[in-house]
């Protein structure tokens, strides 16, 4: 089994629609939570991190951790066009080398 | 501020040649990584270097050099290049000392033939 498991998608959306992406994770030792986001052919990049158990919100987007049931979530709201891309989750431990992948839930906004 | 700057962005390799990937940052970052991106299953780690002067493997090591060369530049090397190494990788940075937030360059693709 997967140290983290994430929705696979892919998803497909109407413009203004709320998306709700998710994730699992099975190790105890993770401390921080981070979603990137990765257009086609681009790098990640870094779009919520949050350290604690609870919700986080930025603009339209909310992370919401709950470490007892080791799930996380990604919102968001009035999702547009340009949020198209694919979201991978991160749960990371407290050194280097230690962020690990969800394989990634790719989103389609339709205008 | 250029970031995380990988080089070459496109290579073709034949099976048992060598290249180098070459990756630089400019944000002063302590720690630096070698990530590969394969379709559906997501970003795997090959190597990374927690500070200068360290390497340590990932999850995916074999087949794979790299050098720390200073702070600011971390190389992946692949000495005898096989069709299974053919993926995107990503160099990334994060400050390190506890702040793991990744930075990520812009890709290499990378196809052996």
């Known amino acids: 089994q997967k140290e983290v498991e994430q929705d696979p998608g892919p998803l497909s959306v109407p413009e203004g629609a709320i998306v709700s992406l998710n994730c699992t994770y099975s190790?105890?030792?993770?401390?921080?939570f981070m979603w990137y986001r990765q257009y086609s052919r681009k790098g990640p990049e870094l779009l919520m991190y949050?350290?604690?158990?609870g919700n986080k919100e930025d603009g339209r987007f909310t992370a919401q951790v709950d470490k007892s049931s080791k799930y996380i979530s990604l919102f968001i709201r009035d999702s547009q066009p340009s949020d198209s891309a694919t979201y991978l989750c991160?749960?990371?431990?407290?050194?280097?080398?230690?962020?690990?992948f969800g394989d990634g839930t790719t989103l389609t906004v339709k205008p | 501020n250029a970031g995380v700057t990988q080089t070459p962005k496109f290579q073709v390799l034949k099976t048992g040649q060598s290249m180098t990937l070459q990756c630089a940052q400019d944000?002063?970052?302590?720690?630096m990584y070698w990530y590969r991106q394969d379709p559906g299953m997501g970003l795997r780690l090959i190597y990374y270097?927690?500070?200068?002067?360290?390497?340590d493997k990932g999850e995916v090591p074999n087949g794979y050099n790299v050098s720390r060369l200073n702070k600011r530049e971390f190389s992946l090397r692949l000495e005898s290049a096989a069709p299974s190494q053919t993926s995107v990788y990503f160099c990334?940075?994060?400050?390190?000392?506890?702040?793991?937030?990744?930075?990520f360059g812009s890709g290499t693709q990378l196809s052996v033939l």
């Open positions: 991160a749960p990371t431990g407290p050194l280097a080398g230690k962020s690990t």
């Open positions: 944000m002063n970052h302590n720690s």
């Open positions: 990334a940075s994060s400050p390190g000392l506890g702040d793991e937030k990744l930075f």
């Open positions: 949050t350290y604690s158990s």
């Open positions: 270097s927690a500070s200068e002067g360290t390497t």
């Open positions: 190790n105890s030792a993770f401390q921080y």
